[in-house]
């Protein structure tokens, strides 16, 4: 990242409070967050709001959170959810088959509030009978997030996509909000991890969704994941990336196209 002196300075300042390396997310966007948030409380300038980050933790988490800011739905975009419904999923079966295995693993990397593993953990409650062991590992660098996905209490604006047999089936009410039926809830695993910086969390996933999050990254950080995410799928497992973002040319030797529109691809 080119950066000019006082925001450089800013920038780094906030990566040592935080722990979280905004050098290597693109400046503009970087900076777009940070005029935003300094707009909304009047600080003029990125020398003042750095001391100001220095002894205010409220401020910093909130920067923090403009930062790594989430659009929060449960199947937003609903056509790849029903890709890997119907297409994926029986594929996956028949491998797992094959090979003598009732395991499958998904990774939600950048999983947000938690509308996205769940919304995984649903899809394979529908396909997959009780005789299968299902998990899902759920990761992103916000603890409120994560927070908030372990409690798994959504307001209802944030099921419109769901029909009321999911609801009925999935979720109980609770004073207004919906919240995630515990044997749901069980089978996703939530954990601190900062895709770009850290080692991948674990192997052998059947599928890795990533989407909506490179879009925020520079290319170095891109092949980073792509090549983490690479080496944490099993042999014919999937990569699901959002519908804005694209793999460099380098990665067309380590994933196949699946679908293109659905932006899903298959490990080489």
């Excluded at 999983?111 to 590992?137: H, K, M, N, Q």
């Excluded at 196209?257 to 691809?265: A, G, M, N």
Aim: contains cysteine; aromatic residues 14%.
């Amino acid at each position: 990242m080119v950066i000019g002196d006082d925001f450089g300075f800013l920038v780094s300042k906030v990566s040592k409070l935080s722990g979280i390396d905004l050098s290597k997310y693109r400046e503009s966007y970087i900076k777009r967050r940070i005029d935003f948030r300094m707009k909304i409380i009047g600080v003029e300038s990125y020398s003042k709001y750095c001391k100001m980050l220095s002894t205010n933790q409220k401020e910093l988490d909130s920067l923090i959170n403009t930062i790594t800011i989430n659009v929060t739905e449960f199947m937003r975009d609903k056509t790849p959810f029903e890709f890997f419904l119907n297409k994926i999923l029986p594929q996956i079966r028949d491998r797992k088959i094959r090979s003598n295995s009732r395991l499958l693993r998904v990774w939600s990397a950048g999983c947000s509030y938690g509308e996205e593993p769940y919304s995984i953990a649903i899809c394979l409650s529908e396909f997959f009978d009780r005789e299968w062991i299902t998990s899902i590992y759920a990761t992103d660098i916000d603890d409120q997030c994560l927070d908030t996905a372990k409690s798994g209490l959504y307001k209802p604006e944030q099921l419109r996509n769901l029909n009321e047999e999911i609801k009925l089936k999935y979720f109980e009410k609770v004073n207004g909000h919906y919240r995630i039926k515990d044997f749901i809830k069980k089978k996703v695993k939530f954990k601190k991890h900062d895709l770009t910086t850290q080692p991948p969390i674990s192997s052998f996933f059947d599928a890795i969704f990533c989407r909506n999050v490179m879009i925020y990254f520079n290319e170095e950080q891109k092949r980073k994941v792509l090549n983490d995410f690479y080496r944490s799928l099993s042999s014919g497992g999937y990569l699901i990336i959002g519908k804005s973002e694209s793999l460099p040319v380098e990665f067309k030797n380590k994933f196949k196209p699946v679908d293109l529109r659905e932006k899903i691809y298959l490990k080489v």
